[in-house]
Each structure stands twice: as C-alpha cells, then as structure tokens.
C-alpha cells in the first residue's frame, strides 16, 4: 500500500511545499513503515520534519505497545 501527498506548512511559506510517501508493506508478525519526505530545501525545514516524524513514529509505537 502507498500513500502520497503534497502540502505546505504556512509559517514557511508557498516555497516549501514538499511530497510525502508512505509506503506500508505486511510482514510477518507485522507490517514495515517507509516515509520519504522530500522537499526541504534548507536545514532547518528538514530538522523540523525529523523531529515531527519521530514524534509520530514514537507515539505509533506506544500505540502498538499498548495493543498487544
């Protein structure tokens, strides 16, 4: 399965759109969760996405921890 958008955050303005792919493949016991997330053009755009993300990451896993 894939997911792909575009979009924007507004206090960086209309030049930092950029496209995500999520890409979810089934695995035994599991399933395998690969973000691409392009379009930073300067350092701190990228920093800010990584610290997102591993945010997002970290609570997905909490959320799969506590599921069983």
């Known amino acids: 399965r894939q997911i792909v958008f ?27 969760v690969q973000v691409r997330h392009g379009g930073a053009v300067t350092e701190a755009p990228r920093q800010s996405r990584v610290r997102a993300w591993s945010s997002c990451f970290d609570k997905l896993a909490a959320w799969a921890g506590e599921q069983g």
Not at 6 to 32: K, Y
Request: charged share 20%; no cysteine; aromatic share 4%.
């Open 6 to 32: 575009a979009g924007s955050w507004p206090s960086l303005g209309p030049a930092d759109v950029s496209q995500v792919e999520i890409r979810i493949e089934a695995r035994a016991g599991g399933a395998r």
